[in-house]
């Protein structure tokens, strides 16, 4: 269902129902304030703490140290933060006694779910189970990339049947954990399989229909922002000129990624691109897409660094004053300037300034200290 006809039907629902209580569970943020009246609340779901990971961990029988300690290393700790991986990933260490690098990590999913698949095909005694297996896989992908431009989740079954007319293809996909029905509806049996499988067929594709596809018929307005988490995917399995079109479209794109594809120069330029905007539209840089430690750890360099101390000596105004100071606090390193930094922040604390400037020179003060 599209998102403008949710709202509208939802807020229909409510006003019908003024006395019951309902609730919506959405992966992205939709809401805006005062859309249902004052009787709807907008609650954020928060991670997992390192609490709630430990005690999952050791229920599953296995040695939190050994295990954390791989996933540090494999740059996995945020992502075992959301119960999906934390789950597959325990799994997983079960199995292997190892988990996968962080840009192999949905493909290794996947491929474990496509082997169990593969097991119950063979069950079945038919001789060509590998063959139709590979089949089912380009099936899903198939489905996967359809349902995400139609932005929904599930199918019905007569959404189903148009889009895959083969009964024999469909009976195949019968054998596959990852595509269940559930309440009716045919779906995956989580949204981040269908995303991976979706980009995956994307990766097969020249970059005129990649574009086509993600930005809606319409390359010039940019990719659309559904097609966010399926672009993520898509960039731990494509290289070449559809990389370096989805690096100029959105680089937060590119923030999970391993950064050594990426060089520092580039990284630099992405990050300075980003600052020229904020002071052109006297934008805090923090309000942007993307968390402030993720772009300052993505390109900080000398360049970088050495232009917020210029611009914290002389800033072109308050909000870039504000803005140089809370970026350069996540700096992390600073290239040789650290004593310059510090007599900079000072003179910033021996000014004039509104409270919230001299407690982020302060917290600047003591990460470089």
Known sequence: MHKQNFLKQAALYQQENKEARFLI??????YRAGLFGEAFEAVWMQPLTESDIECYVTEMGILYDNWKRQIEERRLSTVVENPFYLVEL??????????PDRDQLMQTLTERKLGQDLDKYRMTGKLDFEENIEKAKLLLERLAVAMHAMDTRVLTEFEYERLIASAAERELL???GLWVLRDGNWQFMHNNFGEYLAAKYLAGCPLDQVQELVCLGHPELG?????HHVLSYLLSICDGEIWDWLLQQDFTLFLDT????ISPSDRSAILLREWEKSKQLHAWIHHQNYRLSDLAEFGMGYEVFRLLLGEIREPQDEISLKNAILLLGYSPDTYGCEKEARDILWAVLQSDQEPWVYERAIIALLIFS
């Open 223 to 227: 990719v659309s922002r559904n097609w």
């Open 258 to 261: 391993d950064w050594n594809r």
């Open 174 to 176: 019968k054998y596959s």
């Open 90 to 99: 325990c799994q997983l260490y079960l199995e292997c006694g190892k988990v």
């Open 25 to 30: 569970s959405t992966r992205n943020h939709f």
